[in-house]
C-alpha cells in the first residue's frame, strides 16, 4: 500500500482553503445546535471546545494534538458516554459518539481528505437528527444545516483565491433546491420497504398517560400543554361531552395505586363482534409515546393491519409509536362491550383488598343495601358526591398509600379525576359490581382552520366502568358529578382561580381568549397537521392507498415508468432552467445593427478581428478602402454615442440615421471591394 502523499509536495491542492475551513467550523456548530435537547451537556461542550481549539491551529497559537492526545481523548469520550447515563446501546449513545467524532476529527483535520471526511459525517449527524424529531420546525432547520455543510464542501471545490463564503452558500442552495423535485417524486412513489437494521430510539415518552397511576397523578398533567395526539372526523365533530378518549385500562389496585392488570390475548377476528350502526369515522395522528397503546373513542374497530383490539376494547399498535402514527378508526358509542362477562374478567375485575379501606367498603354495603341494583347504586354514589361538600382541585391535599380511598372520601374530600374515579370503582367492587377505571384524555380543542381536534395532555382524565347484564360495560365520570362543567366546557371551566395560578403562562394563554395569540398558535398547528398528514404519517398503508387511487392496480412495471417518468420530469425542470439561465442576454440595438453590417461584410471578405471594437474595425476597412476619416469619423462617433448610452430606444430617429450611414458605408466597401 502507498504510503499518502507529503502535503508540502502537493502543495494547495492538498491544503485546505481557508475560507472553506471557515465554513467547516460554522457547519459543526450548525449540525451539533439540535443536539443540545437531546444530549448531555458536556457534548456540546466538547463540540464547542474542539471548535475553539481547530480556531487556535488556524491563529498559529496552539498546535495538532499529538497521538497520545487524541488517544486520550477518545478513551475519555467513550467512558464519558458510559457513565452518563445514557443505555449502552440506545439512540442517545450512539449519537453522542456520533457527536465526538465529528468534533475531534475537526481538530485533526489537515487535508482536503479530512476535510472530505468531516463533511460526509455532517450529513449523517444531520439525518441521526431526524431520528430524535421529525416536525415542520427541524426539517427547515436541517434543510439550512445541509445548505451549510454542502457550501463548505463547494468551498473545497474551488481556486484558493476563488473561495468566498456567500458565494458558496448561494451555489449550495441552489444545488439542494434543484435537487428537491426528485426528492419529492422518491419520497412520494418509491416503495416503502422495512429497514434493513434497527437502532433503539429515545426512551422518554412524550405522553404523560402511564399504566401505573396513583389518584392525583394526572393532576400533573396539566402542567402541560403538549400534544397528545390530532384527530381528523369524516363529518361531524361530536360535542365536548362524548369526546372521551379511552387509552387504559386499570385493573389492578395494590397500596393506593392502580396498574394495568396482565395482558390477555388479543381479540381473534372470530370473536370480533360485528359492530353496530350509527358509526363515527375519523382518523388519528397519535404524537410518539414509546409504548403500544393507542387512544380511540368508545367502541373503536381500526381500519389498519397495524392495529389490534384488545379484550378489554382498548386499540393497541404491533409496534411501539416511535414517530407520529396515523390510524383511521370507525367508532360505535352504541355498541355493547361484552354482554356476557367471562369468569376470568368478573374475578379480575372484583377484586379488591376489603381491609385496606374498611369504612369507605362498609359506606359502600350500607348504600347498596338501599339501593335496588347496581346502576341505583351508582346513581346513588353519584348524588352523594353531589350533595356533599367534595371539591374538584389540582392541588389535593396528600394521601397515604394505605387506606388511601377512606381517606379522601371522608377526610379531604378534595381531588382531581383519578380521585373520584378510584373510589367510585373501589365502592363498586366492594360490593362485587364488575368495575375498572379507565385512563385517557377527555374533550379537545378544534383548529377553526383545518378542523381538526387538537387533545393536549392537560386533557387527561380518568373516568369509570361498571359491568351490567345485557348491558354491558356501561362509563360513569365521577367528575360530572362534582365538576360538570369540566365535561361540557374543557379544564379551565372547572378550576378556581388558585388552582390557574399554578399553571404554567403558555398553558393560561392556550386555555384563555387571547385572540391574537391563539390565532397565530392555531396557524402553527395547522402547518404542523398538514405536515404530519402529507410527510411524517405517508407510510406503507397510505402510499398504497394514494397510489391506487392515482394508477389503479400496482404493478412493478407501473411503478417503474411512475419513478421514471418522475424522474426524468424533475431532471428536466432543473436542465431547463440550467438552460433558461444560460440563455442569450437580449443585445442592445447598435450591437445587434453592427452585427448585421459586419456579417454582411464578410461575405464580401471582409471580417473583424475579435478584438477590434466598432470604431477601430470601421477605420481599418475605410482605410484599406481608400476613404478618408472625415467620411467615416461621424459613423464612428455616432456609433459610440448610441452603443452606450442604454436610454436610446430601438426605433429612435438615431438608429434610423445610423443605418442609412452603414448601408452607405456597407455600399461604399463592397465597391471597393469588388475592385
Known sequence: MESPPDSKALGVAYQIPRNSLALLMIAQVVVVVPYALQLSP????????????????????????????KAMLVGASVVGVAVSGVGAFSLESAASLLILAFALKLIE???????????????????????????IAIAAYELLAICVVTSAMVGLNQLHTRVRPGVSFRLASTLVLQALPFTIVLFLFFPRIAPLWTVPLPSVAKTGISDVVKPGAIAALTQSDEL?????????IPVPRDLYWRGLVYSDFDAGTWSVAAELPPMSKERMPEPTSGGISYEVLLEPTMSDWLFAMDTAFAQSPQVSLSQDYRLRSTDPVLSVFRYPVNSYPGFVMDPVLSRRLLTRETRIDRSDNPRIVAFARDLYARSGNAEEFAVGVLKHIREQPFGYTLNPPQLQDEGSVDQFWFDTRAGFCTHYASAFV???????????????????????????LMVRQYDAHAWAEIWVPEKGWLRVDPTAAVAPERIESGLTAALSVADLATLSAFTNARLGDWSVFNDMLYWVDSMEHRWNLWVIGYDTH???GFLKRMLGELTPVRMGLVILIGGGLSVGLVS?????????????PVERLFGKFAAKLAGYGIRREPQESPGVFIRRVAAEAGLKEDQVGRIVAEIDGLLY????????VELSQLRRRLRWLQFRLAFGSAR
Not at 464547542?48 to 499529538?66: E, K, M
Not at 366492594?430 to 374533550?443: F, K, L, T
Request: proline share 5%; net charge positive.
Open 42 to 69: 458536556w457534548i456540546i461542550g466538547v463540540g464547542l471546545f474542539c471548535g475553539y481549539w481547530r480556531t487556535a491551529v488556524f491563529q498559529g497559537r496552539w498546535d495538532y494534538p499529538h497521538r497520545w492526545v
Open 109 to 135: 483535520m489537515k487535508s482536503r481528505r479530512d476535510a472530505y471526511l468531516v463533511i460526509f459525517l455532517g450529513y449523517f449527524a444531520i439525518a441521526t437528527q431526524f431520528l430524535f424529531d421529525q416536525s
Open 228 to 236: 397528545a395526539f390530532r384527530v381528523v372526523f369524516n363529518g361531524r
Open 426 to 452: 373501589y365502592m363498586m367492587r366492594a360490593v362485587d359490581v364488575p368495575a375498572r377505571m379507565v385512563g385517557g384524555y377527555q374533550g379537545g380543542e378544534i383548529n377553526p382552520i383545518t378542523n381538526h
Open 542 to 544: 397510505f402510499q398504497s
Open 576 to 588: 431547463l432552467t440550467l438552460f433558461w439561465r444560460r440563455r442569450p442576454q437580449k443585445r442592445h
Open 645 to 652: 448610452n442604454p436610454t436610446v430606444p430601438s426605433e429612435s
